[in-house]
């Protein structure tokens, strides 16, 4: 009896435990690999650097306000008639300002060239990362056949 309930456990186990297909593995290849995990960080760094270098060279735009206050106003020193002394200032004071930076002149393109380059950085690390995910893919179909 106690060899029989073995037995079927035995075979319970082994019927849980499946063979994995080759989709299966080369999805987990994906998921887990660390080299394929340092080609997409180098791939995300090529591409924030092509955003900044874009950003570069369009027009930067801000906004600024101040309020000010003051309790003792200034008196000027002669009185007008029907006035009286002047005061010479106010109490209350806004300011505000709008400033849109635009480069103009960035050195002969430069801007342009960056951009250019970073783009061509962010190709070369998408074809590494296609080539990298790729032999692993190769190397997982190797081992399963």
């Given amino acids: 009896m106690l060899l029989a309930l073995l037995c079927a456990g035995a075979l319970a186990a082994q019927a849980q435990e499946s063979a994995l297909s080759l989709k ?3 999805r987990l290849a994906r998921q887990r690999h660390l080299g394929l995990a340092e080609q997409d960080l180098l ?3 090529a591409l924030q650097e092509l ?6 060279g369009r027009p930067l735009g801000s906004a600024q306000a101040g309020y000010g206050y003051t309790s003792q106003v200034a008196r000027l020193p002669f009185e007008l008639p029907g006035i009286g002394r002047p005061a010479a200032g106010t109490r209350n004071r806004c300011e505000a300002a709008l400033v849109v930076e635009q480069p103009l002149y960035t050195g002969g393109g430069r801007l342009g060239q960056q951009s250019e380059a970073a783009l061509q950085l962010l190709r070369a690390q998408e074809a590494g990362q296609q080539v990298a995910l790729e032999q ?3 190397q997982v179909g190797q081992l399963y056949s």
């Avoid at 955003?51 to 570069?56: G, I, P, Q, R, T």
Wanted: aromatic share 14%.
């Fill in 136 to 138: 692993v893919l190769l």
């Fill in 43 to 45: 791939r995300q760094q």
């Fill in 51 to 56: 955003a900044f270098h874009e950003a570069e």
């Fill in 24 to 26: 299966e593995l080369w």
